[in-house]
């Protein structure tokens, strides 16, 4: 019996939040959507981002996800129903002060019978929620509940409820053993415990001995319960196994949950708001991508005003975004890193329609404004930066860079950037690329499969906060002038 | 033919005096060779072999050691063995009988076995090397024996007896019953498959920590005692095996067990190293003093020890023509230059005790000694006095050096007037020349090396390019200027050719 409500057929990996993960969640602004979306809830918090920073990859899972949210968009009840009865058993179970207590084996044995004993009651209560669960059309719940009712018949529930009560050894205890190495008893086997009074018939009948340990020999008696432990090692570690495994289901059972109950929340949020979502579809082709009315979501989360969405038509490696100072470009970047990334987590996408292709994995290096270091300090933190990105990019990655190497002058910064893009571009890694250089944007204009984004600028030199396909423009007015004196001589 | 030994032919050694062992920290790779050793053996790495025949008798030991599947063999077989020698000191230390003999049985069951698995292996291996062939065939002919034969059949008897006895046990409070096993059913495999249905979850998995000593508790012991009386049998069997079988161990099977722990524990002591990418060869052996050369060797005492760091340190080479005899070493502090005259003492030494040296090729010859002169540090004198001091040490060296003599001269007169210096250091030049002696000599005093063509000047170098690498080449080397923002990216691999690389290798 297992949840696995965020992926067919694992659980989500709990992966250390590294320097990659919170640049990308801090420069696109996730962690403002995260916030929002987990109503200031750690655990949730946690899950969403865990979800966010471990992009689904494969085309069945992301269906198979977004079946779910779906679910959970129409039928939220139930997965609150769920989310309750799992936090009542991790409760139940810091309650349970004794249990796991006791170090050895016997101890061990006992506290988790008795805490065996409470499951059984919670599973029951899980199959009574299963069985009227309302509203569900996907793969993943449907699957959750035919399990329960494979699983927990009432036969079984029966035999188990049995075996629990012969566990509960009290003074009596009878085993099998051998003579082992070096003539230690050994192979101990737990044997079934007879009747009080035909243990005494066995043992007189042929030719058995016994003897009593003395009421005041503490020595024997604690070597007595040592060889009790031995004997109930394996016993102890099976239903310590069978315990956990079920607290282990109703403590995933709880997060995944509670990443539903996050994602409808911010649904709602969206919709309160005055905003819109869609579905993602899937473009099988690399590079593609066409989506209509883009917005930043992050962006929704902070302003007022009403945010300018965009549209995109992309079938390149690399996308120069260029122009005018506060027109809107990083505001771009990051509202296509979000989409992305929700697209990738299974959910909706902050857009009217988007149709994209799958990035194997997204990264983002963003110029840091807080670094006041040395200028070389800051190139050499940049390259840093940019050496654990390659040291973990893939073909088909996405990379979102944002002014990068703008630490150090243009022409220095400009090869950089240059040698970088082209081994990437060889590499059909993808990179959307935020610059003000022209060096930079223009080193690539004879290339092919690169696409240059411009901000817009209306005819009195208001930005429009739109981004339209187009080409870069010097700042150099020397150069314009140049050409613009000397036309057709080139 | 008999098995003598696997570490010499005719037992001709010599000792070096300790400062010579201090100075070029062999006591530290001593020290480093017999912690890891089974068995004590630093003996055996404080006597050097004064004869071509002994050292390339132990080099061809060492070559058969060096072969994977040989090497294999004799580990288990040292390992087995030391489980033989562990069981009978447990046997000795108990009190109580049914362990006492227990211990002995396990042992004996042990040494049978671990002699059977190494002659089967190794019978059909092919062996070079006299003294594991001696060996090979002294255990042919044990293994053979009568007296082999009747241990291993009276302990598997014996043992086999011991295995089929089965008993149940019941404990009610404070009673407890033994008898003789009855069909009684087991409990565990019900719960097992009824639980396991609940099990979809990796969980961790407990783990008990039982710490068992081999001391049993009063009530294993009374439990064991009636499981005796209940099978008699058996349990006389154990007693007879003790009494006729007490000392099984043949000498020279414990000899060799002894003498294989050098090999392998000076192989065990270098792996670590070689992990790190560096080599280690045997040397060609000269009977005098001629020409000599090495390959990427490098000091042993310092490898070793950053190795635990996971750092590698740099190799030298150098080749000695024959005709030149002072290596004269200048060059900046920290360049390494004290390493490099250890190092060239430690070549002598190691390959002199018939073992394996740092480097990939060498061609070295038998010395008669090793001298060192370090500065002392420790010693706090007045100028006259310490150069005195020093200049005794030299005379002591010049007067028994001969022309198969290693001298490795270190910062000698350093503290003196430089004009002094020069004066006697050309003066110790000169004598060493004459005395036919190979001699490194690190100073400070470049212009040294036009006292006598002999001498070949070596230079240190400080590393420019890679600070973090604390060890040098003793070579001149060129650094080139490139602008500081490529050289930075080339420093992260970020250049188009280093990411071409990557990429692929990544992808």
């Known amino acids: ?490 | 033919m008999t098995f003598n030994s696997l570490l010499t032919a005719t037992g001709k050694t010599v000792k070096e005096n300790e400062d010579t062992i201090k100075d070029l920290r062999v006591d530290l790779i001593i020290d480093g060779i017999s912690r890891l050793s089974r068995e004590p053996i630093g003996d055996i790495l404080f006597d050097r072999l004064t004869k071509k025949k002994d050292i390339l008798y132990r080099q061809k030991i060492l070559k058969d050691i060096q072969k994977p599947e040989f090497l294999k063999i004799l580990k288990k077989f040292s390992q087995n063995f030391e489980k033989v020698k562990n069981y009978i000191e447990l046997s000795s230390k108990s009190s109580f009988e049914i362990t006492l003999k227990g211990w002995h049985l396990e042992a004996a069951l042990n040494y049978i076995n671990s002699l059977e698995e190494f002659y089967s292996a190794v019978s059909n291996l092919k062996i070079e090397s006299e003294g594991f062939n001696e060996f090979k065939d002294f255990l042919k002919s044990y293994i053979a024996s009568n007296e082999f034969k009747t241990l291993k059949e009276e302990a598997i008897f014996t043992k086999n007896q011991l295995n089929e006895i089965k008993a149940i046990v019941n404990i009610k409070e404070n009673k407890i019953y033994v008898n003789n096993f009855n069909n009684e059913k087991r409990l565990d495999n019900d719960i097992k498959k009824a639980l396991s249905k609940l099990v979809y979850y990796e969980v961790e998995k407990l783990d008990f920590e039982i710490i068992e000593s081999h001391i049993l508790s009063n009530v294993e012991e009374k439990i064991l005692e009636l499981i005796k009386k209940l099978n008699y049998e058996p349990f006389t069997a154990l007693s007879d095996f003790y009494k006729k079988h007490r000392d099984f161990i043949e000498k020279t099977v414990e000899q060799f067990y002894k003498e294989i722990q050098f090999f392998l524990t000076f192989l065990e002591y270098i792996e670590p190293i070689k992990k790190m990418g560096l080599s280690f060869c045997f040397p060609e052996i000269a009977e005098g003093n001629g020409e000599v050369y090495f390959k990427d060797s490098f000091d042993l005492a310092l490898a070793k020890q950053q190795s635990e760091k996971g750092k590698r340190i740099i190799t030298n080479d150098l080749h000695v023509n024959k005709g030149e005899k002072i290596l004269l070493v200048t060059g900046p502090n920290q360049g390494g230059k004290t390493t490099f005259a250890r190092m060239f003492g430690q070549l002598f030494y190691f390959a002199t005790l018939g073992l394996m040296i740092p480097g990939v090729e060498a061609k070295l010859f038998v010395c008669d000694h090793i001298y060192t002169h370090f500065e002392k540090e420790e010693k706090v004198q007045s100028k006259k006095g310490k150069l005195e001091d020093e200049l005794a040490r030299a005379k002591a060296i010049l007067d028994k050096a001969t022309d198969k003599s290693i001298i490795v001269l270190n910062e000698i007169f350093s503290a003196t007037a430089l004009e002094d210096a020069y004066f006697l250091a050309e003066f110790l030049i000169k004598k060493i020349v004459n005395i036919g002696a190979i001699a490194v000599f690190v100073t400070f005093m470049h212009k040294l090396y036009r006292v006598d063509n002999s001498i070949i000047p070596l230079t240190s170098n400080v590393e420019t390019e890679n600070p973090a690498i604390r060890t040098f080449k003793i070579t001149r080397r060129e650094t080139k200027g490139r602008s500081f923002a490529i050289y930075l990216a080339e420093k992260y691999r970020l250049t188009y050719d280093c990411l071409k690389e990557r990429l692929k290798d990544e992808s």
């Open chain 1, 1 to 490: 019996m297992r949840v696995n409500l965020l992926y067919k057929d694992k659980n989500l990996k709990k992966i250390e939040i590294g320097e990659l993960e919170r640049n990308l969640l801090q420069d696109l602004g996730l962690d403002i959507v995260i916030n929002s979306m987990s109503n200031g809830e750690e655990l949730s918090k946690e899950i969403i981002t865990q979800v966010l920073v471990q992009p689904l990859t494969e085309e069945n899972e992301i269906v198979y996800r977004q079946e779910i949210v779906q679910d959970a968009i129409e039928n939220i009840d139930l997965f609150k129903k769920l989310n309750k009865l799992a936090d009542d058993v991790i409760e139940s179970k810091k309650k349970s002060l004794f249990w796991m207590m006791n170090k050895k084996p016997s101890g061990v044995l006992f506290s988790n019978v008795r805490m065996m004993e409470t499951l059984i009651e919670y599973l029951l209560e899980l199959k009574k929620i299963l069985e009227n669960p309302g509203y569900v059309t996907s793969e993943g719940l449907k699957t959750l509940i035919e399990n329960t009712r494979k699983i927990l018949t009432q036969d079984y529930i029966d035999q188990l409820k049995q075996l629990l009560k012969i566990l509960e050894f009290k003074e009596i205890i009878t085993f099998s053993t051998k003579i082992g190495h070096a003539n230690r008893l050994s192979e101990f086997v737990l044997r079934l415990k007879e009747e009080k009074g035909s243990i005494l018939k066995i043992f007189s009948k042929d030719k058995g001995y016994s003897f009593v340990i003395d009421e005041r020999d503490e020595a024997g008696f604690r070597a007595l319960s040592e060889i009790k432990d031995k004997v109930l090692i394996d016993i102890a570690k099976l239903v310590h196994e069978a315990v956990s495994s079920i607290l282990r289901f109703f403590e995933i059972l709880k997060e995944e949950t509670s990443f539903y109950i996050a994602v409808h929340h911010l649904h709602e949020t969206i919709k309160d708001k005055g905003y819109w979502s869609c579905f993602p579809k899937i473009n099988k082709f690399f590079p593609n991508r066409v989506i209509k009315d883009l917005y930043d979501l992050s962006l929704m989360f902070v302003t007022k005003e009403k945010i300018i969405p965009n549209n995109l038509q992309e079938k390149d490696f690399i996308t120069f975004i260029v122009g005018a100072n506060q027109g809107g470009k990083t505001t771009f970047l990051r509202s296509l890193g979000i989409a992305q990334t929700m697209f990738q987590a299974g959910l909706f996408v902050p857009a009217k329609s988007f149709d994209s292709h799958i990035n194997s994995s997204l990264f983002t290096h963003f110029k840091k404004e807080e670094d006041v270091n040395l200028e070389s300090g800051k190139l050499d933190d940049e390259l840093k930066r940019m050496d654990e990105i390659v040291k973990r990019v893939r073909p088909q990655a996405l990379i979102l860079q944002n002014e990068s190497f703008a630490s150090t002058n243009e022409q220095e910064g400009s090869e950089i950037a240059t040698q970088i893009l082209t081994a990437f571009k060889e590499n059909s890694i993808e990179t959307f690329y935020v610059t003000h250089m022209y060096t930079l944007a223009k080193a690539f204009i004879d290339s092919q499969n690169v696409n240059y984004l411009v901000v817009e600028v209306d005819d009195n030199g208001k930005r429009t906060f739109k981004v339209k396909p187009g080409k870069p423009q010097s700042t150099s007015f020397g150069k314009d002038l140049f050409y613009k004196v000397f036309d057709g001589v080139t």
